[in-house]
């Protein structure tokens, strides 16, 4: 706050600043965040608005040290399962970045420490919902999470509702079904509502209108027309370069010379909308094997021991703190945007880089960081907790049939990790197999994972019937 006064701007920002200020439903994104801008404006201070997404990063560690802590992890444990959300200057700098991922990334978090909680009510339920519903408003990709929250909800295990068996056992697989159920519709009917506005507005059924443009995108990394073989409609998208000759897949959006923005009509219109997504699924159709390594190379990407370069050194460079300001904006909804953001601050939005704060922050982003290796360590945590635990009981019980039904967990405590594990898994995946990869996409995944290791390698009581078994 005192290097950089008094946010960092990015390209998105203008256009989320022009829909807080003339609410409508955005093409490309939905519009969660500009309702949050839309909240603080009352204030007309972008600085007011990063202090509160420093604080929504502080409230997460604070959310993960907690959880890991009700959970019976040692303090040590829940204490550098909190430190990555905490410390990290890549996760700092984009708290301080006027984008929607810091606002995302607490939303799903608070979803998933409610979801985990031992006996789950309907009214924790509905909340559950309603932050889904928040999360995928604020970031489409937050729209898979319905499906495995509600899965972790009507799946978890019997002995949560009921331990004993006959009746108690149904009514608790009822309750788990209503809680369910009570989830999905909390989320669904916010997103409906939703949905009902974009269609007022654009006449176009969805939350946004750029799926289509996005998929494509994604899929001129591998799409080979002597495979797919288009019609003439299609045809017209085609990009006779190779593959690997071929530029970062976002080009394919933003570029003056991509096939599909050479076309009449905003890139983001209806038929353009259509007409690209065609094209992708016909890509993935005939080349499915090649999408699928495709989207794998894409993953890889956030495992990386460094910070390569991509998709380019102009937005590279927005997730590193400056040495000096960035110039104003050249594209004209980025010049509209910048003139509304104007409005809502009541005077100059430009960044201030003061010394010695900022170069202190600049110095330190150079050495605190996780690695993307060492993500993908927290990720391997949980299953190879898991795989040591069926070993262990294999050596005791003799053999590893008898060890097999002590897998899927029938107890919540041994349980309890896979939900924080599987949401972080779907919010790297998701953004590599629909749209591509990016930086500030891996952050919000990175709080969930560390919680899921910390709980699932933590000490825990034997319940009797284990101790029955190996004996």
């Not at 299609?234 to 923005?261: F, G």
Request: net charge positive; charged share 20%.
């Amino acid at each position: 706050m005192l290097g950089f006064q008094h946010a960092l701007w990015f390209p998105d920002t203008y256009t989320y600043v022009v829909t807080a200020m003339r609410p409508s439903p955005d093409l490309v994104r939905p519009a969660g965040y500009s309702f949050f801008l839309l909240l603080l404006r009352p204030f007309h201070s972008f600085g007011l608005v990063v202090f509160v997404q420093h604080a929504l990063g502080v409230a997460m560690g604070v959310l993960v040290y907690a959880v890991a802590r009700r959970l019976r992890a040692p303090r040590w444990a829940a204490t550098l399962a909190a430190a990555p959300v905490l410390l990290d200057a890549y996760q700092i700098e984009l708290e301080h970045l006027l984008v929607s991922d810091t606002l995302f990334a607490f939303l799903v978090l608070s979803a998933v420490c409610l979801g985990i909680s031992r006996r789950p009510r309907w009214r924790t339920a509905c909340a559950i919902g309603l932050l889904v519903a928040a999360a995928t408003l604020t970031r489409s990709v937050g729209l898979p999470l319905i499906i495995v929250i509600g899965a972790w909800l009507l799946l978890r295990p019997a002995d949560l509702d009921a331990g004993e068996a006959g009746e108690d056992r149904r009514r608790g697989a009822r309750g788990r079904a209503v809680r369910a159920g009570v989830m999905a519709a909390a989320a669904l009917i916010p997103i409906f509502v939703y949905g009902g506005w974009f269609y007022a507005t654009h006449q176009r059924v969805g939350l946004v209108g750029a799926n289509g443009v996005f998929l494509y995108a994604r899929t001129m990394s591998f799409a080979d027309c002597s495979v797919m073989r288009p019609p003439p409609d299609l045809a017209r998208l085609c990009d006779p370069r190779p593959p690997s000759l071929r530029p970062p897949s976002q080009e394919y959006i933003w570029a003056a010379d991509s096939p599909l923005v050479r076309r009449p009509g905003i890139t983001f219109s209806s038929a353009n909308d259509s007409l690209a997504g065609g094209f992708a699924l016909l890509a993935i159709r005939s080349q499915p094997l090649e999408y699928v390594g495709s989207v794998l190379s894409e993953l890889t990407r956030t495992f990386a021991w460094d910070r390569p370069v991509y998709p380019d050194a102009e937005i590279y460079a927005y997730y590193e703190f400056p040495e000096r300001p960035p110039p104003p904006p050249g594209r004209y909804p980025a010049r509209v945007g910048a003139e509304a953001a104007k409005v809502y601050e009541e005077g100059e939005i430009g960044t201030r880089i003061v010394e010695p704060f900022a170069g202190v922050l600049r110095a330190y982003q150079d050495v605190v960081h996780l690695p993307g290796i060492g993500l993908l360590a927290v990720l391997l945590i949980p299953p190879g907790a898991v795989l040591v635990r069926l070993v262990r009981r294999a050596r005791r019980s003799g053999t590893l049939r008898d060890a097999i039904p002590g897998f899927p967990p029938h107890s919540w405590k041994r349980a309890v990790w896979t939900l924080p594990w599987a949401v972080a898994l779907v919010l790297l995946v998701t953004p590599a197999a629909v749209a591509e990869f990016d930086y500030r996409y891996v952050l919000p995944a990175l709080p969930l994972a560390t919680l899921a290791a910390v709980i699932c390698v933590r000490p825990e009581e034997e319940r009797p019937e284990d101790t029955q078994a190996d004996a």
